[in-house]
């Protein structure tokens, strides 16, 4: 459901509220008074949410999304209000604020309590600014794994090297396809040319041992 629109847009009150609805894109739409007209608890099955750049200032009014696993929030104005998270999403595994105001670890502490957080972007927030930034946020937040899309080794997360490993693996393959071919191919004709060189010397000294026997 896919109802990102370069516009104001809002959906009234019987638009899409479904209870089999799992997953809603809203990317654009316009927030008003801190919430989009429509979003509501009827959405009960939802499990990944999408609100990038709806000029969102506060998850205040965010409707109760128990099932709720992934949240983007990316590019909206929220600095602070994220303890309303572990009571309407307790179960978010996946969080994106990136292009938010929020400016201090005391913003981010609120997101203790969400103990099934896995994965957290903080991209282009002024938080991203303090000294060790990462090392204080993986302190803060021991329940996640990702920061920004990579661990504290700077591993980058599961779904992105999956890819990558695909791409190599394919590549693998295709180069491993084409050239033992050839080098059969090549291997034989070398073959062939060994064996008529030596079929072709030891005639020539066939001939040469007639031709002095005939002689003498």
Request: aromatic content about 4%; some cysteine; glycine content about 8%.
């Amino acid at each position: 459901c896919d109802l990102g629109e370069a516009m104001d847009i809002k959906l009234t009150s019987g638009l899409m509220s479904s209870p089999k609805v799992t997953e809603l894109v809203l990317d654009n739409c316009r927030s008003s008074n801190g919430e989009i007209e429509g979003l509501n608890d009827s959405f009960k099955e939802l499990e990944f949410l999408s609100m990038a750049s709806v000029e969102l200032t506060s998850l205040a009014k965010l409707p109760m999304l128990s099932k709720l696993r992934k949240l983007e929030l990316s590019d909206n104005v929220i600095s602070g209000g994220l303890e309303v998270l572990a009571e309407r999403c307790p179960n978010l595994t996946y969080l994106n604020l990136s292009g938010n105001k929020i400016k201090d670890l005391g913003t981010v502490e609120a997101l203790q309590n969400l103990k099934n957080l896995k994965s957290l972007d903080l991209f282009n927030c002024e938080i991203t600014n303090l000294e060790d930034y990462r090392d204080s946020i993986f302190e803060l937040l021991q329940q996640i794994t990702y920061l920004d899309g990579f661990d504290q080794e700077d591993n980058e997360a599961p779904d992105s090297e999956d890819d990558e490993g695909d791409e190599d693996d394919d590549n693998e393959d295709e180069g491993e396809a084409g050239p033992p071919g050839e080098y059969e191919e090549e291997d034989d004709e070398d073959d062939g040319g060994s064996d008529l060189g030596e079929g072709e010397e030891e005639e020539e000294v066939g001939l040469s041992y007639l031709m002095k026997e005939g002689i003498q």
